[in-house]
């Protein structure tokens, strides 16, 4: 059975503040082109970003924050953006880890790492199992990632796990092999950049998911932007399905 509650199944619970926060992180690109520098710079400028918005959400109260990082399709850019983001990607877990571990944040990586070299796969799995413990966030990057992907090797998983039953299972019963299991779904969606899409990013998870997304580029996005896209999720009547007057109902008014 699923860890956690299923907001197509069950209602779950409406935090004030956001118990689990996914991020597309875009707009790297085009900031680094804005002041005439090369695309890695706004990567790199992008890694920042991330420390203070894993350091807010963590004296927010935020549980779980997830990343997306790199998606399956982002295979399809240059050669040399590519290569430049694989090297950033194993710099930050060289950096970077230490310091999670120190604050009691727990780093998780999801995706097929099928395509990446044995040097970043090893990082990975050092830096996951020096973190498993901690309590204070987790912390997951999507890195090769793509959400057809993920509900394609759950199902493959699940099936091979019980052959007997064919193709006659409950919805529940896919959400343990699904790469974000240990999470529950997502309350806040924040887009940067300006683009309005979801991108292949956490399909299964983002069902009933408040989406937010801002025109402001990810290296610009701070502490001050990420309370705004927050007070917005605040504002929000999360029904799961429901009507207003039931809603109302429930909370005696």
């Not at 804005?34 to 890695?40: A, G, I, K």
């Not at 982002?74 to 694989?86: T, Y």
């Not at 880890?97 to 099928?114: A, F, P, Q, Y």
Request: proline share 4%.
């Amino acid at each position: 059975m699923a860890l956690f509650k299923s907001s197509t199944r069950i209602i779950p619970d409406v935090p004030a503040v956001p118990r689990h926060i996914a991020i597309i992180m875009d707009g790297n690109g085009r900031w680094a082109k804005q002041r005439f520098m090369p695309r890695v710079m706004g990567h790199q400028r992008g890694v920042e970003t991330v420390r203070e918005v894993v350091k807010a959400c963590r004296e927010m109260g935020v549980e779980y924050l997830t990343l997306f990082a790199f998606s399956s399709e982002n295979w399809r850019r240059p050669a040399e953006e590519v290569s430049f983001l694989m090297q950033l990607f194993l710099k930050m877990l060289e950096r970077e880890v230490g310091k999670l571990h120190e604050n009691n944040i727990c780093l998780k990586v999801i995706g097929d790492r099928s395509r990446f070299d044995a040097q970043l796969v090893g990082y990975i799995e050092q830096a996951e199992q020096l973190t498993a413990a901690n309590t204070s966030l987790t912390l997951t990057i999507a890195a090769n990632y793509g959400g057809r992907w993920d509900i394609m090797q759950a199902m493959h998983a699940l099936s091979q796990a019980h052959p007997e039953r064919a193709t006659a299972f409950e919805e529940e019963e896919l959400d343990p092999y699904l790469s974000m299991h240990y999470a529950p779904e997502p309350d806040l969606f924040i887009r940067t950049g300006g683009e309005q899409r979801i991108s292949n990013f956490l399909l299964w998870q983002l069902a009933y998911t408040e989406l937010y997304f801002t025109d402001v580029l990810w290296p610009a996005f701070g502490r001050k932007e990420l309370e705004a896209a927050i007070a917005s999720y605040q504002k929000r009547e999360r029904r799961f399905g429901r009507t207003s007057e039931q809603l109302k109902g429930e909370s005696g008014a």
